[in-house]
Structures are given as structure tokens and as C-alpha cells.
């Protein structure tokens, strides 16, 4: 995994609430068995005027020119503007895998679905949930500011505006050493391998069924 | 101290806490698919690492699997070689058991784990899907999880995962004739919003989910994700216990006995405190019908299609506007005034054999409207598709002018050759309604199975309790 430290970038806003991960990624594109080549359908079905199948060339496709990924001042955003509940729906992982190939590394929101919010970090994308007074004027100053950009500072916890203001978020300590160093889980959860052979010689003993 | 059921859960399956609280939990069983589970296993073999333990897994395909013409094969290339891809994962590293596409006992994940007994109280279950909470119904810990997760529990047998807030969901009363499971969190996913469980585990109780046959709960714990709850379960009680007596793997002799004086503790103390509880009165819900394009947007078989005015927050009345629009719905439309095009009765939600029943009554001696183009029934596993049969069920649904097909995920997702077209309306007794899920451009209308077989005989939403 990438380490996420500290990110400039393109603010894009996507003012909907309740953002699911069948629209963020549909699910035709999830016979795939590969991680990567996800971003060109990243939300395919509001961003494209046809409809989109595996295999197709998307560069070629028609562009819905109303979507708001689509249009000239947001090509090239880092950082993805969000409301409520993004995210929801279907645990496929192919979702940040997608917003990740798209060029997104951090999502702003007031809030993530569980899984989803889980998975993002796992891929370097760092999903950051602020107040809803605050998104709710990011949105007003992405609106009003072409190429608006923000600053995403992980070790200070600090989402920082180009007038200065700064707003603080809360990450997980454990999950913020994870995306700092770009560490793998499994390395670290295998650290721990001798007390998971000892907690499960002990399941065994006490329920041996679980075990048949 | 007096604990909540997740407390007691979580507790006896953590095996490490960082210090910011984050765990290891041990996971008991791992069910596995073939969308999920191809980059996790490659992941795995590109570290040259091995499976931790082989007997924790359960396998089976259905998301890709076609419903009809299996002696043609998959015939999408990229369907099939996901499928044969999970084949070749599993013959190489081995499972408990695997259920592959044409096997007798192959379907629906969710459905196939608790109907051989693979799904035990007390047990952490995860899956790379969402709706792995429908385990919970055994009062298990059931997270759906994603890819890397699916990796990290073959490599390391653990998950890591902070504990959650604990939420009481109880329901008393008894539900009206014609009412079920699906309206109850229908109805409870329309009072607390689909973000009203983020960071929440849910315990479902009170007499009327006591009162709910195991089907019933799994219908319920299924949905407790499209509430926002990564987990969602129900305390065991002699419904749980008289379920898995027999099953194929569940314990036999001397480990039942103990198992069952176990499972009997996994219940909240009564005293046992929740960071929130929401009441509900079964008496007051109805059939519940939604009307747009989260689960949360859902009003009674007797309501109305609502007007963006109707809601004061400006993002969700947008989102209304939006909903309306592609759902092809004006404002103040009586929902039974609603036709359809399709019908589907299956998914991890409503395909077991309760749910074709309640189908098949409403079906009984009646004919699909003309109007309706298709009325699929496709039951959750091979196993309830051979009971269902021995029940005539298939003949009731075939005479009536339904299609009666080979287990699967089916249309509730659409990756097979089960979809809507563009424009076309369904009543589907699936999970969710977004933009898109049965097919690019389809509308959805989640149900009960019940309601799903009234509306494909009325040819538009209809209310069943007047055709019982």
C-alpha cells in the first residue's frame, strides 16, 4: 500500500447523500478478477450516456456532460467533496479500488458506511469525516472557487483551507500508523501469530465443534 | 456486570487490542464467493503465504451462476472464468466444504451456510459481502468485509476491528395476518434512515422477533446492513436450537449437549445496557412497499409517493427530486395505483423456503397479469429448490404463470442474465433499490414475497392482506 503522509490537491464535489457502491462502481465491472483498471468506470452509469460493459474502450465512450466529474474544472481532483452515508451498500472493495484509480486519495464527508469507510483504508485513500457546518461550506467554496484546493495533513490531523483555516479530524491511532508507513495488516496481524495459535488451541479444547 | 450479546460475543473472540482499542478477533468460519475472493487469494499467493485453517471455510458460486439452461454452461466468458477462477482457488487450498455451480447443495452463500449448519451461535462469522449479517439470526458476530479483509482472515484467521456501539432494536407486539419479516425492517429502515445503525451493532428483540422462524430473522439480520449496521443478530433461544438440530454440520452425540447448554447463554442480561434503543409495535406496520432508490425511502402498501417539499433537509429532498425522477414517479401517486413489468422472488433476503411459500399461497389458483412480462422465483439453494418441489410449490408457481429456475443471487444484483431493462419497474423481494442494481436503468421496488406474488397477479402494487 501507498503511505498517505500529507495531500494538495483538486477539491471535486459530489453533493448527494447516500452515495452507494453499486453507483460508485456497477456491477458488471465486478467479474474482474484483477485489483486495478477499475477507474474508468467509476460511477460509469452517471458518467457515461451509454451503457457500459467490461472490456470496452471508455475513452471512446460519450460523456454525460451533466455529471459533475465530468466537467473541465474538476479534471485532475485529488480529494473528493461528499455528504452523508457515502459509501453504503455493497461491501465490494472494487469501490475504493476504482475511486483510487480515478486519482482520488482522500474523501471528505459527514459520514462513511461502515465497510466502505474500512476499506478505503486498506488501498491509501483516507476517508476524512467532518462536521456538516464545515462540508457545508467546502461545498459553498468549491462551488465559488474554480480550482479550489485543500491541503490533507495526516500526522497533524489537519484538513487545512488556502485562506488558512485549518479543521481538525479524528482517525483511528492504530489506522493512521497503518496509512502513514503504507504498512500491510497481515505483516502486523502475523506479529501476533503465536497468540492466535494459543487462542485457538484453547477454542478447540472448550469447543471442540467448531472445530469438526 | 450484566453484558449485551455483542459484549458477550465480542469478548470471546479477541485475541489481541492495540492501544487505541482496535482488536483481533478470531473468526470461527469463513464463507466464501467467487466476486470477492479472486484478488484475496492471489494476494496470498503473490506474499507466499498459506491459508491459516482450511476447516474454517465454506465455499460456494452464485452471484455469476445462470438460472436457466444449466446444461449450457456459463456462457458470459467473464462470469465463467470468475467462477472457474474460485474453483481453482478452492481445489488448490481446500475448504470445509464447496458448494460449485450445478452441485446439489450449491446457492445463495447466505442461505447455504445456515441450512447445512455451518452457521453456529456463538461463532464470528465474515464473508467478502455485505449481507453476511443475515448470520447474526443465530447469534452469531457476522461481518460482510471486503477484499483485503478476505485476505487478512485466510492469512491470519483474525479481523481486525474496533467494537461498535450496541443498539437495541426491540418489537413487540404481533404482526397483522399478511405481514412479515421484511416489513418489519422494511418499516424500521424507513423510521432510522439507511446511516441511522453507522457504527452500530443491532441487537433485533422483543416478542415479535421471538416469534419469527429462523428464515424470518436471517430476513431481518440481512437488512440490518442496509440500516448502516455492519453487524445485526438475535439472541438464541429453542427456535435457534431446533433449526440446527440435525443439520450436516452442526455438532452430534455429547458436543450437541454441550454445545446447546452454550448456545442457551448467548442472550443480553436483562439488566444489560445499550448505547440506544429504538421501539417498535408490530401491530402498527404494514406491507411495506419503497418508492425510490435507498431502502429508507418506503411507505406502507396504503401511503402515497411523497413530494420532495415533504422533507426539510435540502440534500434529502434533492435526493427525493432525484429518486422521483429516475423512478418515473409524480408525487401523491397511491402506491397500489403503481403498475409493474417484473417480478423477482429470491436473494439472500427472501429465497428460503418460508418465502416461497408465502409466494406460492398468494399464487395459488391465480394467473401472472398480462402486463407483467416476467415473474422469476428463484429459490436460495439447490437444497430448498428439491424441497420446494417435493412441496408441489414449483407447480403452483409455474400454473400461475411464474418461472420457476435454478438457484442464485439472480436479478437481485443482475451480474447474471437475470436484469431489468431500462425503464422497466420490478417488485423484487431483494435488498436494495439503487440506481441500477437489477439492471442500468431498472426501477425497484423492494417487498415481502407475499406482496411480490400480489403484485405480479394485480399487475401493480396490491395489498396481499386482501387476497388471504
Not at chain 2, 492495540?18 to 484475496?40: K, M, N
Not at chain 2, 415479535?208 to 448502516?228: D, F, H, K, Y
Not at chain 2, 436479478?411 to 433499490?433: F, H, K, Y
Amino acid at each position: 500500500m501507498d503511505k498517505f503522509i500529507k495531500l494538495e490537491g483538486l477539491v471535486a464535489p459530489l453533493d448527494r447523500a447516500n452515495v452507494d457502491t453499486d453507483a460508485i462502481i456497477p456491477k458488471q465491472f465486478l467479474k474482474s478478477i484483477k485489483r486495478s483498471g477499475f477507474g474508468p468506470n467509476a460511477f460509469d452509469e452517471w458518467r457515461y450516456l451509454d451503457q457500459g460493459a467490461p472490456g470496452q474502450d471508455s475513452a471512446k465512450r460519450v460523456k454525460n456532460p451533466d455529471f459533475v466529474l465530468n466537467q473541465e474544472r474538476y479534471q485532475g481532483a485529488s480529494i473528493l467533496l461528499a455528504r452523508s452515508n457515502f459509501g453504503c451498500g455493497s461491501s465490494r472493495e472494487h469501490a475504493p479500488w476504482a475511486l483510487h484509480d480515478f486519482g482520488f486519495r482522500a474523501i471528505i464527508g459527514e459520514s462513511f458506511a461502515d465497510i466502505f469507510f474500512n476499506n478505503c483504508f486498506k488501498n491509501g485513500l483516507l476517508p476524512i469525516v467532518l462536521p456538516k457546518a464545515e462540508i457545508d461550506a467546502l461545498f459553498g467554496l468549491t462551488e465559488h472557487s474554480p480550482g479550489y484546493r485543500l491541503t490533507v495533513d495526516l500526522p497533524s490531523q489537519l484538513v487545512v483551507r488556502p485562506d488558512g483555516y485549518a479543521i481538525h479530524f479524528e482517525v483511528d491511532a492504530f489506522r493512521k500508523e497503518c496509512m502513514l508507513n503504507g504498512w500491510d495488516d497481515i505483516g502486523l496481524t502475523l506479529r501476533h501469530a503465536e497468540k492466535i495459535r494459543e487462542f485457538e488451541a484453547r477454542r478447540r479444547t472448550e469447543q471442540p465443534w467448531l472445530f469438526a | 456486570m450484566s453484558k449485551t450479546l455483542y459484549e458477550k460475543l465480542w469478548n470471546s473472540h479477541v485475541v489481541h487490542v492495540e492501544e487505541d482499542g482496535t482488536a483481533l478477533l478470531y473468526i470461527d468460519r469463513h464463507l466464501v464467493h467467487e466476486v470477492t475472493s479472486p484478488q484475496a487469494f492471489e494476494g496470498l499467493k503473490l506474499a507466499n503465504r498459506k491459508p491459516w485453517r482450511i476447516s474454517s471455510i465454506v465455499a460456494t458460486a452464485d452471484h455469476n451462476t445462470p438460472t436457466s439452461h444449466w446444461e449450457l454452461g456459463i456462457q458470459d466468458p467473464i462470469s465463467r472464468q470468475q467462477v472457474e477462477t474460485l474453483d481453482a482457488n478452492i481445489r488448490e487450498v481446500g475448504a470445509l466444504a464447496y458448494f460449485p455451480f450445478k452441485d446439489r447443495r450449491q446457492g445463495i452463500v447466505h442461505v447455504v451456510g445456515p441450512e447445512n449448519g455451518a452457521t453456529l451461535p456463538g461463532m464470528t462469522v465474515v464473508c467478502g459481502d455485505s449481507h453476511t449479517s443475515t448470520h447474526g439470526a443465530f447469534a452469531c458476530l457476522a461481518h460482510g468485509i471486503g477484499t483485503s479483509e478476505v485476505e487478512h482472515v485466510l492469512a491470519t484467521q483474525c479481523l481486525l476491528q474496533k467494537k461498535s456501539k450496541t443498539m437495541l432494536v426491540r418489537v413487540e407486539g404481533i404482526v397483522g395476518s399478511g405481514v412479515t419479516a421484511k416489513d418489519i425492517v422494511l418499516a424500521l429502515i424507513g423510521r432510522i434512515g439507511t446511516a441511522g445503525g453507522n457504527g452500530y451493532a443491532i441487537e433485533f428483540g422483543g416478542s415479535a422477533i421471538r416469534a419469527l422462524s429462523m428464515e424470518g430473522r436471517m430476513t431481518v439480520c440481512n437488512m440490518a446492513i442496509e440500516a448502516g449496521a455492519r453487524v445485526g443478530f438475535v439472541a438464541a433461544d429453542e427456535t435457534t436450537i431446533a433449526y440446527l438440530k440435525g443439520r450436516s454440520f452442526a455438532p452430534k452425540g455429547d458436543d450437541w449437549d454441550k454445545a446447546v447448554a452454550y448456545w442457551r447463554t448467548l442472550v443480553s442480561d436483562p439488566d444489560a445496557r445499550f448505547d440506544a434503543v429504538i421501539e417498535m409495535d408490530a401491530r402498527q406496520v404494514v406491507p411495506q412497499v419503497t418508492w425510490g432508490t435507498s431502502p429508507e425511502m418506503v411507505t406502507g402498501i396504503d401511503g402515497e409517493v411523497p413530494a420532495p417539499e415533504d422533507f426539510k433537509d435540502p440534500v434529502k429532498s434533492e435526493g427525493v427530486t432525484r429518486a422521483l425522477q429516475y423512478m418515473g414517479l409524480t408525487p401523491r401517486t397511491r402506491i397500489d395505483a403503481i403498475k409493474i413489468d417484473k417480478v423477482f422472488i429470491g436473494s439472500c433476503t427472501n429465497s428460503r423456503i418460508e418465502d416461497l411459500r408465502a409466494a406460492a399461497v398468494v399464487a395459488r389458483g391465480r394467473k401472472v397479469a398480462a402486463n407483467v412480462k416476467l415473474a422469476l422465483v428463484v429459490p436460495g439453494s439447490g437444497l430448498i429448490k428439491e424441497q420446494a418441489e417435493a412441496e408441489g410449490l414449483d407447480k403452483i408457481f409455474i400454473a400461475a404463470g411464474f418461472d420457476w429456475r435454478q438457484p442464485g443471487c439472480s436479478m437481485c444484483l443482475a451480474m447474471n442474465d437475470d436484469r431489468l431493462e431500462p425503464g422497466e419497474r420490478c417488485a423484487s423481494t431483494s435488498n436494495r433499490n439503487f440506481e441500477g442494481r437489477q439492471g442500468a436503468g431498472g426501477r425497484t421496488h423492494l417487498v415481502s414475497p407475499a406482496m411480490a406474488a400480489a403484485a405480479a397477479i394485480a399487475g401493480r402494487f396490491a395489498d396481499v392482506r386482501d387476497l388471504l
